[in-house]
């Protein structure tokens, strides 16, 4: 179900909310009174616009391959790590912690499979920028591994206090040097 479109004012207001609390908290925020009382809405809402919360977390997890949809579209679009990539991540900062849950979470029912989805959305075009900024000489297998580790990284280190256009140009930094050593430059 695409949220944009065929979803209710109330129905958008829901999932912003899960969505954010999901990301932030992880799984165990989904409960509807506290997100009744964070959107301003009757927690009876919640019942007439979704079955169960298992319902509702299905949703989110589209939500979030739609929006990761949206992530690579932008990547497609960038020229440059920074300021190009370093921009696109700080304005998508929610689903960045969205994707971090996710990997916290995997082995939560339909957790991995859209984890492993949004990723190959957003990898190709990820791994693109860098390997043309690096001029990196590797193969399509090779690109793909280093990236996953570098990518597994990131997400351990990611901090909602942290996440910023500093630290991200120095992560970066870090990245481009080992990449470099890696590469044999």
């Not at 949220?3 to 992880?26: D, I, K, N, P």
């Amino acid at each position: 179900m695409s949220v944009s479109m065929s979803t209710s004012a109330a129905q958008r207001h829901w999932l912003q909310c899960g969505y954010e609390l999901f990301a932030l908290q992880g799984p165990t925020a989904l409960k509807i009174e506290p997100m009744a009382a964070r959107v301003g809405i009757s927690k009876s809402s919640f019942y007439h616009h979704f079955a169960d919360l298992e319902g509702f977390q299905e949703q989110l997890l589209a939500m979030h391959i739609e929006r990761a949809a949206v992530i690579a579209a932008k990547e497609r679009a960038a020229q440059h790590i920074d300021p190009d990539l370093v921009n696109i991540l700080l304005e998508h900062r929610v689903d960045l912690f969205f994707s971090r849950q996710l990997r916290v979470h995997r082995d939560q029912p339909g957790f991995e499979p859209t984890l492993l989805k949004a990723d190959a959305l957003v990898g190709n075009d990820f791994i693109g920028i860098w390997s043309r900024e690096l001029g990196l000489r590797w193969n399509a297998q090779q690109l793909e591994s280093v990236f996953s580790l570098a990518l597994e990284h990131f997400y351990l280190q990611l901090q909602p206090e942290r996440l910023d256009a500093a630290w991200l140009r120095a992560h970066f930094a870090t990245v481009k040097q080992q990449l470099l050593i890696l590469h044999g430059r």
